[in-house]
């Protein structure tokens, strides 16, 4: 795109604090943009080529809301660490293998998406982010629900279309874990924790797709407990 063009979105920006540049192709995050640190609240740089989320992007402190979902990005760095007041981190559809642990210094953070990448293991040292309400790893390459989950902070946790064979039964400790998506995994029955119907907070239970039908889950002991959740849930907004 033209340096015209470019120009005229920064001026917007400077007004607006939202920077937007989607599907245009570009290969790198327009260094221009460090003009703009003081006041840029969110950046959208979705659809286009980019390699690498360059470290100056520890500069933006105001910043409140980061995507670039449908990218090229292998990795994150980590002075991602210094954006206090991101809210929002969306990475969608990029080629993302791990995560730097300075993630967990996001203290405001409340949607992390991931999904689509290439993870392989639950990322850890997300304890720290007191405000997390959904983490979304779906559709990546994770094996095992670790015990470490149970320390996580988050509202939803979706990790439909990975590989998932072990779920620690430490997920029912969650404490503020209502929804819980596991839909097309390698689970059987038998790598359900039933401390996950009986004893956790989950109201939301989906495990669609996997190597066994839904229905036997009412087989398993506390799944009147977790039905009463359900149950009790889906009245609130009906």
Do not use: W
């Amino acid at each position: 795109m033209g340096n015209s063009a470019l120009k005229s979105h920064l001026e917007t920006s400077q007004k607006t604090g939202v920077f937007q540049l989607t599907g245009k192709g570009l290969q790198e995050v327009p260094e221009e943009l460090q003009r703009l640190t003081s006041n840029l609240r969110t950046v959208d740089l979705s659809g286009n080529r980019i390699e690498v989320l360059p470290v100056s992007i520890g500069n933006f402190l105001q910043l409140k809301s980061l995507t670039l979902n449908c990218n090229r990005l292998t990795s994150v760095p980590s002075e991602i660490g210094k954006l206090k007041k991101l809210e929002t981190l969306s990475l969608n559809g990029n080629r993302i293998q791990q995560l730097p642990s300075a993630l967990g210094q996001l203290k405001s953070l409340r949607t992390l998406s991931l999904a689509g990448n290439q993870i392989a293991e639950f990322p850890s040292g997300l304890s720290t982010l007191r405000q997390l309400d959904l983490l979304d790893l779906s559709r990546n390459q994770i094996h095992i629900v670790p015990p470490e989950v149970s320390e996580l902070q988050a509202i939803e946790i979706n990790l439909n279309q990975n590989q998932i064979s072990v779920v620690s039964a430490e997920v029912s400790l969650c404490p503020r874990l209502k929804v819980l998506r596991l839909e097309e995994n390698c689970l059987e029955l038998t790598s359900i924790p039933e401390s996950v119907l009986k004893e956790s907070q989950v109201s939301l239970f989906s495990v669609e797709g996997n190597l066994f039908e839904v229905k036997q889950l009412r087989d398993l002991d506390g799944y009147d407990k977790y039905m009463e959740r359900f149950t009790a849930t889906k009245k609130k907004f009906t």
